[in-house]
């Protein structure tokens, strides 16, 4: 679980990320000044630095590439904005508490999506299936976690419930940033195949078994993401 200590120097550079782009010392895709300067704006040594820029890296706030430097991504500001990103990330909130609370939701949610949806986001849904099909042929796992944000999203529009939209969104966008760069190509068709089965329900207007599906889907994927986190941190040891 992060420190409170590391927690609040993330707080702080996301304020100065915010001010020095409201400023307009920091533009959309601009370097951010090296390490050792951070770490002298904000009084800490460059190990606390480098480990809140790695929470900001996560959240989508910045790019590090390496033997290059720092980058803001282009997506900065919107990032910069989502503080239910931002304290899912510092609060130490874990893997499981996660999918709990999208177990408790969306199965749900996609039972009332097999009840209530429209031709057009049905073929909308179905699209996104078929798109990240395409981007797992060629090896795009960003692709692939971009996909399956658009079809977790049609999900939520289809059940008809803005709250749980605005509750799951940013949620979900953090989970599957984290997939894009944790999960395996075998661990994508697993996903997609769980997707699919869940389009079949959907399509057939069965919300019994669009619910069981999602489930099912969930249970899979916690499984994969805490192998996958077990892995990250053997190869860190």
Not at 9 to 14: E, I, Q
Not at 38 to 61: D, H, I
Not at 220 to 236: M, T, Y
Request: hydrophobic share 45%; aromatic share 6%; net charge neutral.
């Amino acid at each position: 679980m992060p420190s409170a200590n590391s927690r609040d120097l993330t707080t702080t550079l996301v304020s100065g990320l915010k001010k020095m782009i409201a400023d307009g010392d920091l533009h959309h895709g601009a370097r951010l000044p090296p390490e050792r300067d951070l770490a002298k704006r904000f009084s800490v040594n460059r190990a606390s630095v480098r480990q809140a820029l790695k929470a900001l890296e996560v959240m989508g706030v910045v790019r590090q590439r390496v033997g290059d430097g720092t980058y803001l991504t282009q997506d900065a500001s919107t990032a910069l904005s989502a503080p239910m990103e931002f304290l899912l990330l510092v609060d130490g909130i874990t893997i499981g508490e996660l999918y709990e609370a999208r177990r408790i939701f969306e199965p749900e949610l996609a039972a009332r999506a097999a009840r209530r949806h429209t031709a057009e986001e049905l073929v909308q849904l179905e699209d996104s299936v078929a798109e990240m099909k395409c981007q797992f042929e060629s090896g795009s796992l960003t692709g692939v976690a971009a996909g399956d944000q658009r079809f977790h999203r049609l999900i939520w529009e289809m059940a008809g419930n803005r709250v749980c939209l605005r509750m799951f969104v940013p949620l979900h966008r953090i989970m599957t940033n984290s997939f894009a760069v944790s999960w395996s190509l075998h661990d994508y068709a697993a996903a997609i195949a769980s997707h699919s089965g869940i389009v079949e329900a959907v399509r057939s207007g069965d919300a019994e078994a669009a619910r069981r599906s999602m489930s099912e889907h969930l249970d899979r994927a916690e499984s994969v993401h805490l192998s996958a986190a077990k892995q990250a941190a053997a190869r860190a040891n």
